[in-house]
């Protein structure tokens, strides 16, 4: 048996089935995903006559400056071991317990000696801490 091809015949893709699916995928997509829109509310908040009342500190205050020396309610630790910040910090939430836990670190603290005062107060069971730092702004002079 002998195949001859006709010379005036061109061979070529039928594009059309794959411009299908294509569009078929693009409708898809399109329908499947959702879009986010993030609205603001305008609050007016109510304002007062007289002046707000001086607010009591209700947290325990652990203070950490540049050279990692404690500090606990203002109080300066004798030393920087973690056991001294952990007797200071039993006596003080023996006498307010339940208060959250608010370590202040200077910028130029080490690292290692926030980590500490995180950890001593991890171990007293202290399950509200929050952290705010001190000292001056990276463009300072």
Not at 67 to 89: A, F, H, I, K
Request: proline letters at 6%.
């Amino acid at each position: 048996m002998k195949f001859q091809r006709r010379r005036d015949e061109e061979v070529g893709i039928n594009l059309t089935p794959l411009i299908d699916v294509v569009f078929l995928l693009l409708i898809f997509f399109m329908v499947s995903t959702t879009f986010e829109r993030h609205g603001e509310i305008q609050l007016q908040l109510p304002s007062a006559d007289r002046d707000p009342l001086p607010a009591q500190q209700s947290w325990i205050d652990v203070l950490v400056d540049a050279t990692g020396t404690y500090y606990v309610d203002g109080q300066e630790l004798v030393n920087r071991r973690p056991e001294t910040l952990q007797r200071m910090l039993e006596t003080v939430l023996s006498e307010r317990s339940g208060q959250p836990v608010l370590v202040r670190a200077d910028a130029n603290a080490s690292h290692q000696s926030v980590v500490t005062a995180l950890d001593v107060i991890g171990k007293l069971g202290v399950t509200s801490v929050s952290i705010a730092t001190i000292g001056r702004a990276p463009d300072d002079p």
